[in-house]
Structures are given as C-alpha cells and as structure tokens.
C-alpha cells in the first residue's frame, strides 16, 4: 500500500509506538527497525513499512541509519519527533484560539458596541 499521502491516523500511530519504544528502552541496548512498526497498532497490515520510515524521515520526525556498531538500520527520535504530540497539541490549540475562540469574542464585542451606539443614538 505505497501511496502518495499517509493519513495523519497513520503517522500518529507510528509515532506513538516510536515514542513510547524511545522512552521505555534504551536506545543503546535495544532498538527497533522498519519492520518493527508492524507490530503497531493503527498501521495497516498491508501498508509499505518502508515507505512510512521514508514519510517519517523526510517529515523530520525520525532518523533511519545505521549508527557505528550497529549491524543493522535503526530508527532513532530526532528532536522534533521528540515533542511530536507536544507541537502538535500546541498547533491544536492555537488552531482554536485564532479560528473559533477569538472571532465569537470579536462578534460578541460587536454586538455589545452596536447595542450601546444604537441605545445612545436613540435618546
């Protein structure tokens, strides 16, 4: 299943069973690989591993190297896979702030001013 876009449903998945891998092991004595992730709950069974790991990397979320004295490719969080949930829940939050909080105050101040204009005007 190699297609152009990965949902978000998709990379949360991966990136909470990345997150939670990086912080319940050490990375110099365990590590997980592409294949790993299917073991993860939320990726399609059918779903190109490898091409995920690449949306990953390419998205900055994660490194997929080999380390010296490693035998094998690992992934490994990058800074900004660390606090992944964390930007994501601040954009969340600024999201509603500028789209949703803010207008209903302005038009609720709107609609404060035109009564007192209209109540000023009407004496």
């Given at each position: 299943m190699s297609n152009f876009i990965?949902?978000?449903?998709?990379?949360?998945?991966?990136?909470?069973?990345?997150c939670a891998f990086?912080?319940?092991n050490n990375p110099k004595e365990?590590?997980?690989?592409?294949?790993?992730?299917?073991?993860c709950n939320g990726i399609p069974k059918d779903m190109d591993l490898d091409y995920l790991v690449n949306k990953l990397v390419?998205?900055?979320?994660?490194l997929y190297?080999?380390?010296?004295?490693?035998?094998?490719e690992r992934i490994d969080l990058t800074k900004q896979g660390l606090c992944y949930f964390e930007t994501?829940?601040?954009?969340?939050?600024e999201f509603w702030a500028k789209s949703i909080v803010a207008p209903i105050i302005?038009?609720?101040?709107?609609?404060?001013l035109t009564n007192v204009i209209y109540l000023l005007l009407s004496n």
């Open positions: 990965v949902s978000n449903k998709i990379i949360d998945a991966a990136m909470r069973y990345i990086h912080k319940d365990r590590f997980i690989n592409a294949q790993s992730l299917r073991n390419a998205m900055g979320y994660i190297h080999v380390p010296p004295g490693f035998p094998t994501k829940r601040n954009l969340r939050l302005v038009s609720v101040i709107i609609s404060i």
